[in-house]
């Protein structure tokens, strides 16, 4: 894989979210919303792409509605006013399950994935360059959003420095240079942190997680694999036990996966559905999403595995412990 800087990722951005795409939309860009469905009286999310901050010009409203049966509506809004809605008479949404959202942008349309799968592609009605802003509504825990160009006969992802949300900001419109919002409402906005991409962390590296872990908790790591790196690790500890470990072995050709209870490994988990994903001397960005479960970890916001919880206590998993050959560039716990 080649990774070039391209769109931040937003890391778990609070909903309703309104974020900014860098230079707009463009023909073979590709945007991936992943997240849950939380259970609610509410009966509709949706993802718009549109024209600045506030929702007079929207070019793409994807709509799914859980009720009369389930179906998802397609529409654009043009200076405040609905077209006719295209509808797709069919769910491939759950609520309390984990999705993953694709919006494609081709030259004539675009074209809509759900957990991989193609399900609705939905004509231009104005032009899609114009729309320079993603916002999510509804009933939904977001996990990230990420963005990549893809090439014609293959998907390049485009390592990007991620960019972080502030829970003390949440419900409040931070100040930036870069983002002159026109919307009044409570909408979440992602600020980068300033000159992080020079900072450099100790290795090892141990910090605390406040709290402990529970589900939809987002540990993100950042860094540099080292040219002749043999190894690295991301443990997430409890105690002297080590509840998770993640651990890239280059001399291996393999990730490794595994938990450490009284000083004794458990059995190593080493299957991926692809070649090593990690590259030695390039970028990469880790999050490791905690779920009922599992954990889901993804990286460069791509799904990279599952893995089962094998320590039960998430509450009790409080520390991140970063280390091997790699220079680390930003931890969020």
């Not at 490794?256 to 059995?267: E, L, M, Y």
Request: hydrophobic share 35%; with cysteine.
């Amino acid at each position: 894989m080649a990774f070039s800087y391209h769109q931040p990722p937003y890391i778990s951005p609070a909903v309703p979210f309104s974020g900014m795409i860098q230079g707009g939309l463009h023909e073979g860009l590709q945007i991936t919303v992943q997240g849950t469905i939380l259970h609610s009286t509410i009966n509709r999310f949706s993802v718009n792409f549109q024209i600045g901050f506030n929702d007079d010009d929207i070019v793409f409203h994807f709509n799914p509605r859980f009720e009369n049966g389930g179906y998802v509506v397609c529409n654009t809004k043009q200076r405040g006013k609905w077209g006719p809605e295209e509808r797709k008479i069919e769910m491939p949404f759950q609520k309390g399950k984990a999705f993953e959202l694709c919006f494609l942008v081709q030259r004539s349309e675009f074209k809509v994935m759900v957990n991989k799968s193609v399900f609705v592609q939905y004509v231009h009605r104005m032009p899609f360059h114009l729309a320079d802003t993603i916002s999510v509504i509804g009933p939904v825990q977001l996990f990230n959003i990420s963005f990549q160009n893809v090439q014609p006969a293959c998907a390049v992802p485009q390592f990007s420095w991620p960019v972080y949300f502030s829970q003390k900001s949440r419900g409040h419109r931070p100040r930036h240079q870069h983002i002159q919002p026109t919307y009044s409402g409570p909408l979440n906005y992602g600020i980068p942190p300033a000159m992080y991409s020079s900072q450099n962390y100790p290795i090892p590296y141990f910090t605390s997680i406040p709290g402990g872990l529970h589900p939809f908790k987002v540990i993100t790591v950042s860094g540099v694999v080292l040219p002749n790196a043999r190894r690295f690790h991301i443990n997430l500890r409890c105690g002297s036990d080590i509840a998770f470990h993640l651990n890239p072995r280059f001399d291996e050709n393999t990730v490794v996966r595994n938990t450490q209870i009284k000083g004794t490994w458990g059995s190593e988990e080493r299957s991926l559905p692809f070649q090593m994903p990690f590259r030695q001397g390039q970028s990469f960005l880790v999050a490791i999403i905690c779920e009922g479960h599992h954990y889901r970890v993804t990286l460069d916001g791509q799904h990279l595995l599952e893995y089962a919880h094998r320590l039960k206590d998430l509450r009790a998993i409080n520390n991140l412990e970063v280390a091997g050959d790699i220079q680390l560039t930003y931890v969020q716990t």
